[in-house]
């Protein structure tokens, strides 16, 4: 599968920005989809996944309350809602695709980023003072 994230920008702190990720390649909902990111400097860090139907989310304690995790199956692709965006949430944000159709994710599996078997190439996120 390939993806390809879109939506990275400049916003001020406050502000909002909506990520997107579509993929093509295996019927999408074979996969739970997960967000992560990666600051200049830092090791790349979880911060949201999405079961194959939707029907569970999770997110890194940093973003609960002002990110949100949805997706499309009719097109193929992941949304993720950045509402009071702060500066330490700079980074490149990357999606990545999961192949396990409706298994289930075990206790700390959606944030290790070794379940998943496709990245896409990346985003830029950047939150202004």
Not at 59 to 64: A, G, P, Q
Request: aromatic share 12%; charged share 20%.
């Amino acid at each position: 599968v390939q993806l390809v994230e879109s939506g990275g920008g400049l916003v001020q702190a406050g502000g909002s920005l909506r990520l997107s990720c579509s993929a093509s390649g295996r019927p999408f909902s074979m996969y739970a989809m997960g967000w992560f990111r990666q600051a200049p400097g830092k090791e790349r860090e979880f911060v949201s996944a999405i079961t194959s139907n939707g029907g569970t989310t999770f997110y890194t304690d940093s973003v609960k309350g002002r990110f949100t995790i949805s997706r499309d199956n009719a097109k193929s692709t992941v949304y993720l809602q950045m509402n009071s965006l702060k500066p330490e949430d700079t980074a490149i944000y990357y999606c990545a695709a999961d192949l396990r159709y409706s298994r289930p994710f075990l206790d700390g599996e959606p944030q290790d980023g070794r379940q998943y078997e496709y990245w896409g190439q990346g985003t830029q996120v950047t939150v202004s003072d």
